[in-house]
């Protein structure tokens, strides 16, 4: 019984697989703990985004603010500085 040229490159194909499986295998097992360190910059990349995204919305004015005319907003921000100051104790030029 003789192989024929089919058969030979079958064989080459699954040999070449198997190789390539074990030097990828090979590769992750040495490159494990940089796979480690990659996972926990994802994580610390995440969070900085969460605070960013967190003082974002802090920092964003009220919805409620938004809808106010001009005149309204300057009044409440009027109020608002006035109680902040007397608060703190200072006296704002009128």
């Known amino acids: 019984m003789s192989l024929t040229t089919?058969?030979?490159?079958?064989?080459?194909?699954?040999?070449?697989?198997?190789?390539?499986?074990?030097?990828?295998?090979a590769v992750k097992d040495e490159l494990?703990?940089?796979?480690?360190?990659?996972?926990?910059?994802?994580?610390?990349?995440?969070e900085i985004y969460d605070m960013i995204s967190g003082l974002q919305n802090r920092l964003s004015p009220d919805k409620q603010f938004q809808k106010l005319s001009v005149e309204e907003k300057l009044l409440k921000l009027n109020s608002e500085?006035?109680?902040?100051?007397?608060?703190?104790g200072i006296s704002l030029p009128r």
Do not use: Y
């Open 81 to 88: 500085l006035l109680a902040a100051a007397n608060q703190a």
């Open 6 to 25: 089919d058969d030979l490159q079958a064989i080459r194909e699954i040999i070449k697989d198997e190789l390539s499986i074990s030097v990828r295998g």
């Open 32 to 46: 494990h703990p940089v796979f480690g360190e990659i996972e926990a910059l994802r994580n610390d990349i995440k």
